[in-house]
């Protein structure tokens, strides 16, 4: 029987192969083609703009007729002649549904349904209990550049983020009750990626995640559902103490990422392990607690230009290696004169850092 080995698609069989003697004179099987990996290798090379438009313009395809050139058209003749043999067949007698078979159709009753709902309906003091318990998910959205909007807070996680996210920023903020909405208001535009107090609100929006998995609201996904901005969603879970978070951003052509104070070890390593990836095609250097890495432009035929989004795998990937994970992003405002520009986003990563 042979001796069994490991079960999975990339082991050898388990068997051994023996021939057929039942199949002498059979046609054997052609030689399987060799097997292409999940990512080719030209996945991180940029295809040229002409180059592309040729490879679509080669993809375009005459539309053939449905109709074969042999087959003749029919004479119009033939079609108004009722009794010819290619005469087209007019609309066929509708067929009378036996009597017996017809269910009668039952009339819609308004109070019955009312009824039915009202033996569904919660009682009037569990609505009133439900209502008394901690929210399960808590909405977070960023608007503008330098406008907050929380949903679904309770006084005492207001009373904390007053404690501990209001003295981070220096110029003061503004808050406003709008029914169940709470409103902050950060003077000086705080959203807006650029000015001297930048790292103070990278600072402040590391806090804020940080805090809110603490209190055990995790983040889950983010929706643009009857709002123009995404609305992140925060879900009620277990409290967390022991992950750390940092953050990056991409250029607007993604091929430059910035990483915002990342922890001692993915600094000093998070470079290497991306040349080991590229090699000779990225530029490591620091600009304070900033880390950048860069890819190189095409240089002539030795160089080959990386596509944005290899590079983007790449830099996931490695900082994944590291215990890293992208957790969310989180949009700032538009750049540009007057607000008309794209919107950067802020990639949040989540870790452990190491004992």
Not at 218 to 238: D, E, G, N, V, Y
Not at 285 to 304: A, C, F, L, P
Not at 311 to 330: C, G, N, P, R, S
């Given at each position: 029987m ?11 069989p388990?068997?051994?192969s023996?021939?057929n ?6 046609t054997?099987y052609p030689a399987?083609p060799?097997?292409v990996?999940f990512i080719?290798p030209?996945?991180?090379?940029e295809t040229?703009?002409?180059?592309q ?11 053939n ?13 033939a079609?108004?002649?009722t009794?010819?043999?290619?005469a ?11 009597e017996?078979g017809?269910?009668?159709r039952?009339?819609?009753?308004s ?5 039915q709902f ?7 003091q ?19 550049d330098?406008e907050l909007?929380l ?6 996680a207001?009373?904390e983020?007053e404690r501990k ?8 903020v ?7 909405d ?9 959203w ?7 790292v ?5 929006i590391?806090?804020?995640f940080t805090?809110f998995?603490e209190?055990?609201?995790?983040f889950m996904?983010?929706t643009?559902?009857?709002t ?24 607007r052509?993604g091929?430059?990422?910035s990483?915002?104070d990342p922890?001692?070890?993915?600094a000093?390593a998070f ?8 090699p ?15 890819t190189?432009r095409?240089?002539g ?5 990386v ?7 790449q830099?996931?990937k490695?900082?994944?290696?590291m215990?890293?994970h ?10 540009g004169?007057?607000g008309?520009?794209s919107?950067?986003?802020?990639l949040v ?6 004992q």
């Amino acid at each position: 029987m042979g001796q069994a080995g490991p079960s999975n698609g990339y082991a050898p069989p388990l068997y051994a192969s023996v021939p057929n003697p039942y199949a002498l004179n059979a046609t054997p099987y052609p030689a399987q083609p060799p097997q292409v990996p999940f990512i080719p290798p030209t996945a991180m090379i940029e295809t040229p703009p002409a180059a592309q438009s040729q490879y679509l313009q080669t993809k375009i395809r005459p539309k053939n007729s449905l109709r074969a050139a042999s087959t003749p058209l029919p004479l119009k003749s033939a079609l108004k002649k009722t009794g010819a043999a290619g005469a087209t067949p007019g609309p066929a007698i509708p067929m009378q549904l036996a009597e017996q078979g017809v269910l009668p159709r039952r009339p819609r009753n308004s109070k019955v349904k009312h009824d039915q709902f009202a033996a569904t309906a919660l009682p009037v003091q569990t609505v009133e209990s439900l209502a008394k318990e901690e929210p399960y998910h808590m909405f977070v959205t960023f608007k503008g550049d330098s406008e907050l909007l929380l949903e679904n807070t309770l006084e005492n996680a207001r009373k904390e983020i007053e404690r501990k996210i209001f003295p981070m920023w220096p110029h003061g903020v503004e808050t406003q009750f709008r029914g169940s909405d709470w409103i902050l208001r950060f003077r000086n535009a705080p959203w807006n990626m650029n000015g001297p107090d930048v790292v103070v609100a990278w600072e402040l929006i590391s806090a804020l995640f940080t805090l809110f998995t603490e209190r055990g609201f995790k983040f889950m996904a983010s929706t643009k559902c009857t709002t123009a901005q995404p609305r992140l969603i925060f879900q009620s879970t277990h409290a967390d103490r022991s992950s750390a978070f940092f953050l990056a951003y991409l250029s607007r052509g993604g091929r430059r990422v910035s990483l915002i104070d990342p922890p001692h070890h993915i600094a000093a390593a998070f470079g290497p392990r991306l040349r080991a990836f590229l090699p000779n095609q990225v530029d490591v250097s620091n600009d304070g607690n900033i880390h950048i890495v860069e890819t190189k432009r095409e240089i002539g035929t030795t160089v080959r230009a990386v596509k944005a989004s290899y590079f983007l795998m790449q830099i996931l990937k490695v900082l994944m290696d590291m215990e890293f994970h992208l957790h969310a992003t989180v949009p700032m405002a538009r750049g540009g004169p007057l607000g008309l520009g794209s919107r950067r986003e802020l990639l949040v990563f989540k870790g452990v850092l190491p004992q």
